[in-house]
T-cell receptor, first 111, second 110 residues
Framework: NAGVTQTPKFQVLKTGQSMTLQCAQD?????MSWYRQDPGMGLRLIHYSVGAGITDQGEVPNGYNVSRSTTEDFPLRLLSAAPSQTSVYFC??????????FGSGTRLTVV | TQLLEQSPQFLSIQEGENLTVYCNSSSVFSSLQWYRQEPGEGPVLLVT?????EVKKLKRLTFQFGDARKDSSLHITAAQPGDTGLYLC??????????FGPGTRLSVLP
């Protein structure tokens, strides 16, 4: 099993550009989430989904959009990149909220 | 202000030593998890504790959930270099989502 697959692994954007971070899981998990990880701040929830067609905002949603058209895919869109969005982004999925399976992350730099 | 605090922030020890790291909050959690994260990788789930006072063992790692479900500890016996990493705790708030602590960065020197 591949688990949770994130692409790309690294990305450099210019301020104002948009892009989509891809996330796919093959475990038929209902719950999927996007987190960002910044030094000393732990993982902060951006958006989450409890099933196909259902999404909601987390702690730090501004500047990001998500959609969940299928159980497998949960892409994260940056609408207009800002330097404050420089971070490592993790996608995670869970079947029962007893534990997340995380992807290997996307390291994003906005210049 | 972090909802979950972890201490110590950094810990460097010699192989063979014992250590305990802590995860504390003023909030009550329905469950609490511990993850280990290595550089360039995502966190990997170690354990989930659900019942207040629960103790779980995973080889040389012992996890305890506080009686009031507000805190947890992770004890490692005879640490090995392979235990090196960032240890994260995450609490599930009732009816809400997981919140993560900032982590304890452990370095075990051979």
């Amino acid at each position: 099993n591949a688990g949770v697959t994130q692409t790309p692994k690294f990305q450099v954007l210019k301020t104002g550009q948009s892009m989509t971070l891809q996330c796919a899981q093959d475990m038929n998990h209902e719950y999927m989430s996007w987190y960002r990880q910044d030094p000393g701040m732990g993982l902060r929830l951006i958006h989450y989904s409890v099933g196909a067609g259902i999404t909601d905002q987390g702690e730090v949603p501004n500047g990001y959009n998500v959609s969940r058209s299928t159980t497998e895919d949960f892409p994260l869109r940056l609408l207009s990149a800002a330097p404050s969005q420089t971070s490592v982004y993790f996608c995670a999925s869970s079947s029962d909220l007893y534990g997340y399976t995380f992807g290997s992350g996307t390291r994003l730099t906005v210049v | 202000t972090q909802l979950l605090e972890q201490s110590p922030q950094f810990l460097s020890i010699q192989e063979g030593e014992n250590l305990t790291v802590y995860c504390n909050s003023s909030s009550v959690f329905s469950s609490l998890q511990w993850y280990r994260q290595e550089p360039g990788e995502g966190p990997v789930l170690l354990v989930t504790v659900v019942t207040g006072g629960e103790v779980k063992k995973l080889k040389r790692l012992t996890f305890q959930f506080g009686d009031a479900r507000k805190d947890s500890s992770l004890h490692i016996t005879a640490a090995q270099p392979g235990d090196t990493g960032l240890y994260l705790c995450a609490g599930l708030l009732y009816g809400q989502n997981f919140v993560f602590g900032p982590g304890t960065r452990l370095s075990v020197l051979p």
